[in-house]
């Protein structure tokens, strides 16, 4: 078992702008006075050079194009809808957003086959959409695929007896807890676990300030420090700069990278840095105009391929 892969999938957007569908509980997303057409533009400027700098470092990536014709705002962050696991699963994700919804795509799966991995079994979760329940992938999931244990902050896009299911299923141990942000005031959930913490092999980023339950809180510490990881602890400003929203990659010659925004990089202290760079170097990249209208950042864009190869 892998924590880190050398292969990630990515969507080219063709129609990114604010999702509207999404704002109303992803309190990342801001508006920006640019027309959708010029939003698109800028993103996938942002998505070319990030894609070349994974390639410079020798991650292989998988671009694919969105579709123009679905309308689909959010494709950029195709890991809220499938993951790929090492016994040749694919899961497929219920999404909260109905335009979301739209960009699960058999092409892009059968995008993968045609690459050389192997795909045995597809796990679907979709219909839970029909009830109302939700759990975005590796958004609402983060995967200690060594340690078999999952992650998981509660919230209107991240239903506790879905994932409970999907450990059962995935033999996973289940860490639930509920993490909140200040909003106008009040502490409300934040959208995706994903975005206040990262999981690497040897080191876990965390927002610990999010998880108001001190039972909650020790509980994560508890299993991050029994598998050994060093906690890189965050601030919630930092957060907001998408300093959570971190992924930990490996290069075709197996060296790993922690990736991250521009943004997420420039919030962090030179203290907090020299603790990353002693388990691996740092590749950043600038996402403005994804974050901003998009809410999500670096960790958001890459779908991890860890599929066994033919």
């Not at 999404?22 to 800028?42: G, P, R, S, V």
Request: glycine share 4%.
């Amino acid at each position: 078992m892998k924590q880190t892969t050398n292969t990630i999938l990515m969507i080219r957007p063709v129609n990114f702008r604010m999702n509207e569908q999404t704002a109303i509980n992803n309190y990342f997303q801001e508006d920006i006075d640019l027309k959708n057409a010029e939003i698109n533009a800028k993103a996938q400027e942002e998505f070319d050079a990030f894609v070349e700098k994974l390639r410079a470092v020798g991650v292989n990536v998988i671009v694919e194009n969105d579709d123009v014709t679905l309308d689909t705002p959010d494709s950029i962050f195709p890991n809220n809808w499938v993951s790929f696991h090492e016994n040749g699963d694919v899961a497929l994700y219920p999404m909260f957003a109905e335009n979301r919804r739209r960009e699960r795509r058999e092409e892009v799966i059968n995008r993968l086959e045609k690459e050389g991995f192997t795909i045995n079994n597809i796990v679907d979760y979709t219909s839970a959409e029909d009830e109302g329940v939700f759990l975005e992938g590796t958004g609402s999931l983060l995967l200690d695929r060594v340690n078999r244990k999952a992650y998981c902050a509660l919230s209107p896009r991240a239903d506790e007896s879905l994932f409970i299911e999907f450990c059962e299923d995935f033999e996973f141990t289940p860490v639930v807890f509920t993490a909140n942000q200040t909003v106008e005031g009040k502490r409300l959930p934040i959208y995706h676990t994903n975005v206040m913490m990262c999981l690497a092999e040897t080191f876990a980023v965390i927002c610990l300030d999010t998880i108001d339950d001190k039972k909650e809180r020790k509980n994560v510490v508890k299993h991050l420090e029994q598998d050994g990881k060093q906690i890189i602890k965050i601030t919630e400003a930092q957060m907001h700069q998408f300093a959570g929203n971190m992924l930990q990659v490996r290069s075709e010659d197996d060296k790993l990278y922690l990736v991250m925004s521009q943004s997420a990089h420039d919030s962090l202290t030179t203290e907090q840095i020299k603790k990353i760079e002693a388990h691996c170097p740092i590749v950043s990249s600038s996402l403005e105009t994804i974050e901003t209208c998009g809410g999500g950042s670096a960790r958001c864009m890459m779908a991890e391929v860890f599929l066994p190869k033919v």
